[in-house]
Every structure is written in C-alpha cells, then in structure tokens.
C-alpha cells in the first residue's frame, strides 16, 4: 500500500478540505493522475495518485477538512490483477436502462427545432426553463436569459456555496475581526496615461497578443510609493512590525464564485511591460483554475480593479495578514478645476482601506498624495518605446 497525503501546498498552508473524489474506492488510477480535488483558503487544485494501482480505504470524505501530511487514502499495488467490477456493473446498469423507460420531466408547450437544438448546444434542461411564449412555449430568448440566470427564462433555485466561496467568507470575516479597517479616499487625474495608453496600445498589443490596461500603470505607481512608505508593505507578527524586503503585489482577480488573489513576487523588480505581462499571465490563469498554490501566498500589499465593472467608490477589505489594500474605481471624464479654469479629465478615485492599529490617518494621506502625484507627472514613455 502507498499512502495519499495531503499534501504542502504552500509554505503557509497548514491544512485543506475535500472538495471531491475524482475516482471512487476500488478504481484504477496511475501514476500522477489526479484522484482528488482539495480546497485551501486560497485555491483549489487536483492531487495526483503518488503510485499505480488501485484506490483503497479512503478516510476523508467530502467536505472534510484535512492538515497537511494526514494520510487520506491509500493506493494498492495490486490493482492490475483483480478485474475491473465497476466496468462489469456499468454494462449491466446499461442493460437494465435499455429495460426499463426513464421518466422524463415534463415540458409545456411546443418546442420548435432550433430551441431543442439550442438547448442541446448549451446543455440546458428544458424542463428547468419557464416559458414565455403564448401558452407557455419556450423561445431563444428564453434559454438565452436561462444561460445568464436572468429573466422569465430562469426558474429560481437554492444554490449551495462552494468550498472556496466558504472559505473567502471566512477570510474577509477574520480580517475585519483581526484589522482596524479605516478607509481614505483620494483621485487621480489618468489623462496623461490615457493619452499614452492610446498612443501605444495597438504596436502593444500586436507585440504582446493582450490589450494593454490601466492597471500597469497604476500598479507601477503603487510600487514605487510603497518603496518610499514601507509600512504599507510590512506585517504585523504579535507585537512586532516586519517590514518586507520585497513587494509581493496581489491583484485580485473576480471568478464566477467568487475572488482569488494571486500574487506577483518581487514586483518591484518588474519593468512596466513586466507587469502587464505578469498581470495578465496570473488573471488568465486564475480564470482557468491553473494557479500554482504558492502563486496566492506571501502577498505584502494588494490592489483591486473594481473600475473595470463600473464601481465609482468601493471601499475593500485588507487580506488577512496584511496592513492595506488599495483600489482602482472607474476612469471617467469628470469636469474638473486646474488653475482657475474648467477642464474636462480622466479622473479616478483611489479608495486606500488600511489597519488604523499600525497607520495613522497623516500617513495614509501622503501615501495617497504621492500616488495622485505620482500617476499624473510620471513618464512613462520610455518604457513603453
């Protein structure tokens, strides 16, 4: 027998809980194929089998949580001499099925052959679908608003939350539990960057394959004003403030069920190109599910893209184990007063939430300060050439 563990999946990570079984006791699996999906407070990833061979005494079921080395099933090497039962029970469900008619749930009205093909398309169930056509029939844009969960076309039904759901629940809990959270708020003027970002981003994104973003900018101006207020990247362990040699930038990234934040290492050392590559490499694999467990962990400072949705004013909450979070609401034109005269300009408001325990208003005020500064007078041409 070889022993399934849970195992480290970061350097901070103590323990995690069973999502699902992806193979059942008494299935074959092989070396390195995944056998079970595992949630931590931050991720959930497959593990995979640490041998060939049959899947035994499995000791954590579903929604169980586990620490790291606990044993959790066990692989016997003596899988490829016994035959294959659950095969042998498939083939006979099978033939039962042929058997005995299955009871379909019932759909009203006429289904037209595009709506049947439609459905088949985007794996809807008709019978989950309310029409709205005359006596009840069903149309495209029925299954078109069913596909988004809204409007006639979608019958309301109790969703249970995800472990990771669960578990994000638990962190942003724990963080305005554990962190004095207080909330300043300054703007930006983004018309010089804007100008800029419009000037390069079709040789950038022929160059690069992805659109280039505000946010490159913005997290560029964030780094360099970390680096000259450093408690915003320290932590606070007990009664000791450690400040962090490097800035390990979050981005937080928005999923269907929920929010992740992955985390650029050492991003100070990243030009600005660097960061929209980086930037973009973590949000597309965040999206997939193809984040590595170390690549959401060891965050020092974080920032939020809540403009990109539309927000004008967010005030977000600080991950847990760090002293600030700062946020990008939208870029829009605002008329605005400079030097006496009216003018029309890209503004954003920059919504910085830190832990009052360690900040002082003054200090969160001039970190804003030199990043309002810094965002309207930097140049960033020569990196963008």
Same mark, same amino acid.
């Given at each position: 027998?070889?022993?399934?563990?849970?195992?480290?999946?970061?350097?901070?990570?103590?323990?995690?809980?069973?999502?699902?079984?992806?193979?059942?006791?008494?299935?074959?699996?092989?070396?390195?194929?995944?056998?079970?999906?595992?949630?931590?407070?931050?991720?959930?990833?497959?593990?995979?089998?640490?041998?060939?061979?049959?899947?035994?005494?499995?000791?954590?079921?579903?929604g169980a949580?586990?620490?790291?080395?606990?044993?959790?099933?066990?692989?016997?090497?003596?899988?490829?001499?016994?035959?294959?039962?659950?095969?042998?029970?498939?083939?006979?469900?099978?033939?039962?099925?042929?058997?005995?008619?299955? *009871? *379909?749930?019932?759909?009203?009205?006429?289904?037209?052959?595009?709506?049947?093909?439609?459905?088949?398309?985007?794996?809807?169930?008709?019978?989950?679908?309310?029409?709205?056509?005359? @006596? @009840?029939?069903?149309?495209?844009?029925?299954?078109?608003? $069913?596909?988004? @969960?809204?409007?006639?076309?979608?019958?309301?039904? $109790?969703?249970?939350?995800?472990?990771?759901?669960?578990?994000?629940?638990? %962190?942003?809990?724990?963080s305005q *539990?554990?962190?004095?959270?207080?909330?300043?708020?300054?703007?930006?003027?983004?018309?010089?960057?804007d100008k800029?970002?419009?000037?390069?981003?079709?040789?950038?994104?022929?160059?690069?394959?992805?659109?280039?973003?505000?946010?490159? =900018?913005?997290?560029?101006?964030?780094?360099?004003?970390?680096?000259?207020?450093?408690? =915003?990247?320290?932590?606070?362990?007990?009664?000791?403030?450690?400040?962090?040699?490097?800035?390990?930038? @979050?981005?937080?990234?928005?999923?269907?069920?929920?929010?992740?934040?992955?985390?650029?290492?050492?991003?100070?050392?990243?030009?600005?190109?660097?960061?929209?590559?980086?930037? %973009?490499?973590?949000?597309?694999?965040?999206?997939?599910?193809?984040?590595?467990?170390?690549?959401?962990?060891?965050?020092?400072?974080?920032?939020?893209? %809540?403009?990109?949705?539309?927000?004008?004013?967010?005030?977000?909450?600080?991950?847990?184990?760090?002293?600030?979070?700062?946020?990008?609401?939208?870029? %829009?034109? $605002?008329?605005?007063?400079?030097?006496?005269?009216?003018?029309?300009?890209?503004?954003?408001?920059?919504?910085?939430?830190?832990?009052?325990?360690?900040?002082?208003?003054?200090?969160?005020?001039?970190?804003?300060?030199?990043?309002?500064?810094?965002?309207?007078?930097?140049?960033?041409?020569?990196?963008?050439?």
């Open positions: 027998m070889t022993d399934l563990v849970m195992p480290r999946l970061g350097e901070t990570v103590t323990e995690g809980v069973i999502v699902k079984w992806l193979k059942k006791e008494g299935d074959f699996v092989n070396n390195e194929e995944p056998v079970v999906e595992i949630s931590t407070d931050k991720i959930e990833t497959d593990i995979p089998s640490p041998a060939e061979g049959t899947l035994q005494n499995i000791e954590a079921q579903e949580k586990v620490t790291v080395g606990q044993v959790i099933a066990q692989i016997s090497d003596f899988a490829k001499a016994t035959p294959d039962k659950g095969e042998a029970k498939e083939t006979v469900v099978k033939a039962v099925a042929k058997v005995i008619p299955q *009871k *379909k749930p019932e759909v009203k009205g006429v289904i037209s052959p595009l709506v049947r093909k439609l459905a088949k398309e985007k794996g809807i169930n008709l019978a989950e679908v309310k029409g709205s056509g005359a @006596g @009840g029939r069903i149309t495209k844009d029925d299954l078109l608003k $069913r596909e988004k @969960g809204v409007g006639a076309g979608f019958i309301p039904a $109790r969703k249970a939350l995800s472990i990771s759901r669960q578990q994000e629940m638990q %962190n942003l809990l724990k *539990k554990s962190s004095a959270h207080v909330t300043a708020i300054n703007e930006a003027d983004f018309t010089s960057i800029l970002r419009s000037q390069y981003k079709e040789i950038f994104k022929q160059k690069e394959g992805f659109s280039l973003t505000f946010l490159p =900018f913005f997290a560029k101006s964030v780094i360099q004003v970390l680096q000259k207020i450093p408690v =915003f990247n320290a932590e606070l362990a007990d009664s000791e403030l450690i400040f962090k040699p490097h800035v390990n930038l @979050g981005i937080a990234v928005a999923l269907p069920d929920g929010l992740i934040v992955p985390v650029i290492k050492q991003a100070e050392t990243l030009s600005l190109v660097g960061l929209a590559r980086a930037i %973009n490499d973590v949000a597309a694999r965040a999206r997939s599910s193809k984040l590595k467990p170390d690549e959401v962990h060891e965050g020092t400072f974080s920032i939020t893209n %809540n403009g990109s949705f539309g927000s004008l004013i967010q005030t977000p909450i600080i991950v847990p184990g760090q002293l600030a979070i700062l946020s990008l609401e939208a870029i %829009n034109k $605002r008329v605005v007063v400079i030097d006496d005269a009216i003018a029309i300009r890209k503004m954003a408001y920059l919504p910085l939430t830190y832990d009052h325990r360690i900040i002082d208003g003054s200090v969160a005020s001039t970190f804003l300060v030199e990043l309002k500064k810094g965002i309207e007078t930097a140049d960033f041409s020569a990196e963008l050439r």
